[in-house]
């Protein structure tokens, strides 16, 4: 099996499970560290052409992060394409499942399990907080309905007020951000690099969380961990 990879922790779980099959990633897969593949660009301006020069057996993608022009093409090329959905944690895990099935898995990868046991033995939070969860700054833009970081936070005890926007990702001025009065504000590195620097000033006198992206909206390894990272750093904004 020769697998193309569009999205990053898709990149990560199959480098994870099958050691060998990916022949090609996007720049943006950084995870493993030690990936050595072809790079074929970014998630939404892949080369198409370096795509189809590795005649992949399959090109796993996402609905969300990747553009439907560019699967389309794709598509037309001849490729088999598998794109997933992925907008709660039990999505996340079954979508986990059908990709790594479909790229040769032979069972669940032990990581599968325990991240899903994780999830599972999540305790029940003490206390439920509201947040604006900024995604991008220049404009800003939050989390809407819908969404994955949405679901994860929930799971967490913080509720974003945003999530009965009518988009999943609106754009939402920075002064009423402010208005909104929330909780706390909780500020991922990435897409948008939020770093102590940079971000939280924005915010005077509302506690921030900075976390890490990686655990906040990628699907793949990092959900075992993801429920005690974020957790920690969640709590460290309440001190």
Not at 69 to 91: K, W, Y
Not at 191 to 209: H, I, K, Q, S
Request: hydrophobic share 45%; with cysteine.
């Amino acid at each position: 099996m020769r697998v193309v990879s569009l999205v990053p922790s898709l990149t990560e779980a199959v480098a994870r499970t099958l050691p060998g099959a990916l022949v090609g990633a996007t720049d943006w897969c950084t995870h493993p560290a030690d990936l050595d593949v072809t790079r074929i660009g970014g998630t939404k301006n892949p080369a198409l052409d370096r795509v189809l020069a590795l005649a992949p057996d399959l090109v796993i993608a996402n609905e969300e992060e990747n553009r439907a022009v560019d699967l389309d093409a794709l598509r037309a090329a001849g490729l088999a394409m598998l794109v997933t959905e992925v907008r709660s944690i039990p999505q996340a895990f079954a979508e986990l499942d059908r990709v790594l099935q479909a790229c040769g898995a032979c069972g669940r990868p032990r990581w599968l399990k325990e991240a899903e046991a994780a999830w599972e033995a999540l305790p029940a939070p003490d206390g439920r907080r509201t947040a604006v969860v900024p995604v991008w700054r220049r404009p800003w833009m939050v989390l809407g309905r819908d969404t994955f970081a949405g679901d994860v936070l929930a799971r967490l005890g913080v509720d974003h007020l945003y999530a009965g926007h009518p988009d999943r990702y609106p754009r939402v001025p920075l002064d009423e951000l402010r208005a909104a009065a929330p909780d706390l504000v909780v500020l991922p590195d990435e897409p948008y690099r939020f770093t102590a620097d940079d971000g939280p000033e924005a915010f005077p006198g509302l506690p921030c969380a900075l976390v890490s992206g990686r655990h906040l909206t990628w699907y793949g390894p990092s959900l075992s961990e993801a429920p005690r990272v974020l957790s920690e750093a969640l709590r460290a904004a309440r001190r």
